[in-house]
Nanobody, 119 residues
């Protein structure tokens, strides 16, 4: 049984930092890219960042480049999203997803964690 569970969201003032965690289990990790998305109220879900488990290749959305860092802990099967210099525009529900690298493979999503940045 595959599980993807986010944690670490909360309320922070603008300029502050938060670290989100995404713990996954039941996957063959080398087949996946662990990816963070976010969805703000009234907006579509958008890509934030991704890390390929097999070689740690990372990609960031322009809006978070230089402020957010994705990393992983192989021993804990956990991916982290370190968010610094947070802005009110970063307020959203953040979702972690295991995105399959195989055509037709299944993707797995967490339930989301709320991040609220106050001005």
């Amino acid at each position: 049984q595959v599980q993807v569970v986010e944690s670490g969201g909360g309320l922070v003032q603008a300029g502050g930092s938060l670290r989100l965690s995404c713990a996954a289990s039941g996957l063959t990790f080398s087949n996946y890219a662990m990816t963070w998305f976010r969805q703000a109220p009234g907006k579509e879900r958008e890509f934030v960042t991704t890390i390929r488990w097999i070689d740690e290749t990372t990609i960031y959305a322009d809006s978070v480049k230089g402020r957010f860092t994705i990393s992983k802990d192989n021993a804990k099967n956990t991916v982290y999203l370190q968010m610094n210099s947070l802005k009110p525009d970063d307020t959203a529900v953040y979702y972690c997803a295991a995105i399959s690298r195989d055509d037709g493979g299944n993707d797995y999503w967490g339930q989301g964690t709320q991040v609220t940045v106050s001005s």
